[in-house]
């Protein structure tokens, strides 16, 4: 059973930079793939990015966020970060992350295939 706790959310302006982290434990934390979500208020969960065990840390990110969000993982310290800049009042949302832990071809975006989750981090881009 592997534990995540996401924190680093909050309120900030339009244009700013914010960074999200997420501790894994009780678990083999380099077994899984990491991703980032975000559900917004009466919206679906939404892919965010994602990013391999490690071997070359293989990334993919959402059309929305690329060039402006950085996913990035220490297995050291067992955690996943995104580095988020230049927000914009669509990033508003709870922020998840996640843990996939299936073999075989990878289905980074689809949340459905994720073994789990932490609670959340709240971000709310304010214009």
């Known amino acids: 059973q592997v534990q995540l706790v996401e924190s680093g959310g909050g309120l900030v302006q339009v244009g700013d930079s914010l960074t999200l982290s997420c501790a894994a434990s009780?678990?083999?934390?380099?077994?899984?793939?990491m991703g980032w979500f975000r559900q917004a208020p009466g919206k679906e969960r939404e892919f965010v990015g994602a990013?391999?065990?490690?071997?070359?840390?293989?990334?993919h990110y959402a059309e929305s966020v690329k060039g402006r969000f950085t996913i990035s993982r220490d297995n050291v310290k067992n955690t996943v970060h995104l580095q988020m800049n230049d927000l914009k009042p669509e990033d508003t949302a709870l922020y998840y992350c996640?843990?996939?832990?299936?073999?075989?071809?990878?289905?980074?975006?689809?949340?459905?295939?994720?073994?789990?989750w932490g609670q959340g981090t709240q971000v709310t881009v304010s214009s």
């Open positions: 996640g843990a996939y832990g299936h073999k075989g071809r990878w289905h980074y975006d689809v949340a459905d295939r994720y073994d789990y």
């Open positions: 009780g678990g083999t934390f380099t077994y899984y793939a």
């Open positions: 990013i391999a065990q490690q071997e070359g840390y293989i990334k």
